[in-house]
Every structure is written in structure tokens, then in C-alpha cells.
């Protein structure tokens, strides 16, 4: 094309001295300016939904980390009820089991009482050989554990009346 076919071509152009080729170059550009501009609103609107997304997932994991808290102080005092009351079941257990041992020895001297060696019984006493000859003692105070049958010699100067 010559360029007196452009200035015959072109409708409008003339007065401001374009031609049509570059009127086609400026609508290319408006169009792409027109595209850019919807992209990057299309652009911030996904970058503020994302934003308002995190936003809300930080709402969701504050509340769900204040539970957490919540059902670990719940949990604690939980503990420390269970572990007193264990205490407390530890000592009676402790209590009773002397007490068992404390009458287990009552059964000893029961039976030695009625004649019989508490340690021919069979099974484990808690009264060892030495708790059953004090027990033997206590029945007999009048024996003498060291020398049981020897006589007791006097004289007849030992008393004076």
C-alpha cells in the first residue's frame, strides 16, 4: 500500500496525523492494556480471598488451640486428683499390710500358746525363729532363756533374818 491509500483509508485519522496502521496498533494496545488491567483485578481479588482464607483458618486454629488448653488443664487437675487418691491407697494399702503382719504374728503366738510351733506350718511366717523365742520367753518368764533347766544353788549365809 502507498501511503496515499493510508490517508484515504483511515476515517478520523487525518486530523491528528495517524494512519490506520497505527490506529490498529493503538486499538492492539488498548485491548491489552483492557486484558492486564481485568488480569490483575482478577489477580488482587484472588490474593484477597487467600488473605481472607488465612484469616479465617487463623480464627479456626486460635479457638481449636484455646480447647487444647482448655482439655489440657481438665486433663492436669484430672492427674492430680488421680495421684492424690493414689497416695492416699498407697498408704492404706501400706496400713493394711502391717496390720496383716501384725495379726499374722497374733496367729503365731496363738498357736504357741495352744502348744505348737508357729513355724511348722508350712508356709512363710512373718514371725521369724528369734520372734517365736521371745514369744517362748513371754509365755514362760520364770525360764531363763541362757541356762533354762539349771538350778539356782543358795547358801545358807546368803540370807540374814
Not at 1 to 18: A, F, L, P
Not at 75 to 95: I, S
Amino acid at each position: 500500500m502507498s501511503s496515499s491509500n493510508r490517508g484515504t483509508t483511515s476515517s478520523g485519522s487525518e486530523g491528528n496525523g495517524r494512519s490506520s496502521g497505527s490506529n490498529g496498533m493503538d486499538e492492539k494496545k488498548r485491548r491489552r492494556m483492557e486484558s492486564n488491567r481485568e488480569s490483575a483485578r482478577r489477580s488482587r481479588q484472588r490474593k484477597q480471598q487467600h488473605l481472607d482464607d488465612l484469616i479465617k483458618e487463623i480464627g479456626r486454629l486460635t479457638r481449636e488451640n484455646e480447647e487444647f488448653g482448655k482439655k489440657i488443664g481438665e486433663l492436669t487437675q484430672t492427674y492430680a486428683a488421680v495421684e492424690a487418691a493414689n497416695a492416699v491407697l498407697t498408704a492404706e494399702k501400706n496400713r493394711l499390710a502391717a496390720m496383716l503382719e501384725s495379726l499374722e504374728c497374733v496367729i503365731d503366738i496363738a498357736r504357741v500358746v495352744r502348744g505348737g510351733n508357729p513355724l511348722d506350718n508350712g508356709i512363710n511366717n512373718v514371725c521369724d525363729q528369734g520372734a517365736v523365742d521371745q514369744m517362748m520367753m513371754m509365755m514362760n518368764p520364770w525360764q531363763l532363756p541362757s541356762c533354762p533347766s539349771m538350778p539356782i544353788m543358795a547358801s545358807s549365809g546368803m540370807f540374814h533374818f
